[in-house]
């Protein structure tokens, strides 16, 4: 459960007993700084690469914003770029609550989710690296509200995977305290509006560059996303 301790600003999420009987209570300052004695350090250089990959190649995101930008514009796109913000939050914010849970009372779990984040990060650098050009495929003849952004995001297996490992594997290894979690769940979908932003309002330009270098991109982000993976149990 989350809260002050003491006069401090510090804030705990969850508590467990150690062998002894004494509660070990992972402590992080309000700003989600890592508390002293934490070794791993926090990679900001790998976490971004994922996250820039994983936002902007194409996916049903991205290819919904540029439909919905081609034929409606970027005001047209506007409800669907906040129900998407909104839903990727929530699922954020779920995400690293239940796998903060599942570190805190089953530990064994930490080094298999590692693992599982990897295997995926691999499985998605194959599948951007076996995909094809980005087609303009036809739209609805309406802009997709902001309830139709918000219900692909659940319905989206990408953003599910992509909020379970970027929180099991690079949030709460360094950050545990609901403050942190919750700035990771609004501040890590900030990068999924920006990128749904650029492709409805560049789509047919992007669209035209993508497919023209389709090989050489899709290279390059399977090589970043194979980084990311390895970097991992460096």
């Not at 934490?38 to 996916?59: N, R």
């Not at 769940?185 to 920006?194: D, L, R």
């Not at 990128?195 to 330009?205: E, H, P």
């Amino acid at each position: 459960v989350g809260g002050h301790i003491g006069g401090a600003d510090q804030w705990v999420l969850f508590h467990r007993d150690r062998p002894a009987g004494a509660q070990a209570l992972s402590c992080l300052t309000a700003a989600g700084h890592p508390a002293k004695g934490d070794v791993a350090m926090f990679s900001m250089s790998q976490f971004l690469s994922y996250v820039a990959v994983v936002d902007l190649t194409p996916g049903p995101n991205t290819v919904t914003a540029m439909s919905n930008g081609i034929r409606f514009g970027l005001k047209g796109t506007v409800p669907f770029l906040c129900g998407l913000f909104c839903c990727q939050s929530l699922i954020m914010a779920l995400a690293g609550c239940f796998s903060a849970f599942l570190f805190q009372y089953l530990p064994w779990v930490k080094p298999f989710m590692q693992v599982v984040g990897a295997a995926y990060m691999l499985f998605l650098a194959y599948k951007i690296y076996r995909s094809g050009s980005v087609g303009q495929q036809e739209g609805p003849a309406q802009p997709i509200s902001f309830w139709g952004g918000a219900l692909i995001q659940f319905l989206n297996p990408k953003m599910l995977l992509f909020a379970l490992t970027s929180m099991s594997v690079y949030i709460l290894p360094h950050f545990h305290t609901l403050p942190a979690i919750a700035a990771k769940a609004i501040i890590i979908p900030i990068g999924g509006v920006i990128s749904c932003t650029l492709w409805a309002s560049f789509g047919a330009l992007l669209c035209g560059f993508y497919n023209r270098h389709t090989k050489a991109v899709n290279l390059l982000m399977a090589l970043a996303l194979v980084y990311c993976a390895v970097a991992l149990f460096l």
